[in-house]
């Protein structure tokens, strides 16, 4: 098996075993990224010379004797919105194409202690605003899977970073689906926590009640290994939750007996391709030979999401994104005539169309007179959401779902049509809205091979429930193992 073919678990035990080192298998990576990434575009800044450094850090210590950390030495390539020291952070916005943080975010923190090499920064929807890392100031990532279509987003660099078998472990981040809608389309494993189960400190903001980082692997093992490699309370987020991180890299082995399975009726509807349909239907089959359960629910407000959503994440991003002045942050304008003129130019120039969009719509909503008609609305409709899995969630164990409607679509296909692209995420923004823990796992391939997810639900910090789920299937079948 090569490296970069093998599954974050199989490296490790070989790294264990002393049969490869970090520097091999770092270099395997770097290599398959210089090989690769020319057409991929997954990465916007690889430090060969940084990475294999760290990798010899760890080959070192494994050499005293020294216990190494969780990751033992495996990279992790990081989306570009995620604060490392000394590494450019551009959230892929030529408004920070020159932000260089000083300081490390707390999941950078956490991976540095498990002993994890830093391999690259991805590409990624500027500012993570976007389904198809299109929005990007610099680059468009494409999928691995075919070349001229979409890896997804806003997390693409991060998903074709793994498909591509660049990196066998990666982090995202997920708003509104950004971190399960492409791992669906480029057949990987992806995950976003429960909202505070991981700390947001020196996470460029997009949409603070929503906003949660998450993992990437090529299998679920790889997923439960990451997250437990970075989840848990932090005092510099105030809305991280102190909450037992278990040990997911142990239990997600275990099977769960008489597990009951959720199919809300709303998500099984037109504009649901019928190949994706299909594979999920029988991914629920696999559960089915497993003794599990599957009851109808219903999502009776799930039909109000992506209009919820729409309102909430830009409200929030132009509170946010106030932040970017040409003052305090980023880029700013070389001519102006005043002060006001100086804000003007400088976020006229530093921000991409979609960012704009964002922008106004959120300004909008929040403007005296349309405040409450727009958003005190959105806010309480939001509620209605939560409500709805409450009560789902005293029927069933899990949720199961498709996590995109359609296969991976193409380059240029939706950017012209603003709605087309916000509803690629229709089965995923409730989970953000509502606060739940989600992944996506790969449950089939179309006939012309694009990959296609499987999303599984759950109630908050019930990640562990997730893993365990989601490797049941896993074990059965070997979409996981398919590679572009
Ligand atoms: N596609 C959604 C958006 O554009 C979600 C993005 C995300 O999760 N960061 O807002």
Redesign the pocket.
Known sequence: MSISGATSDELLQRLDRGDLTSVQVTTAYLDQIAARDGQIQAFLHVDRDRALAQAQVVDDKRKRGEKVGLLGGLPVAVKDVICSQGEPATCASRMLEKFVPPYDAHVITRLKAADAVLIGRTNM?EF????STENSAFKTTRNPWDLERTPG???GGSAAAVAGGMAPLALG???????R?PAGLCGVVGMKPTYGRISRYGLVA??SS??QIGPFANDVAGAALLLEAIAGHDPRDSTSVGVDVPAYSRTVQEPLAGLRIGIAKEHFVSGLDAEVEQSVRKALDVYKSLGAEIKEISLPHSKYAVAV??IV?PSEASSNLARYDGVHYGHRASQFHNMIDMYCASRAEGFGS?VKR?IMLGTYALSAGYYDAYYLKALKVRRLIRNDFDAAFKEVDVIASPVNPTPAFKIGELIDDPLA??L??IY??SA?LAGLPGISVPAGLTKSRLPIGLQLLAPPFEEERLFRTARMFERETDWHRQRP
Do not use: F, K, P, V
């Open positions: 929807d993570a605003m976007g389904s987003g806003s997390s981040s997920d708003t509104g689906g950004s971190i809608q997009y949409a929503l906003d959503y729409y994440a979609e964002r692209m916000y690629s995420d995923t923004i953000n």
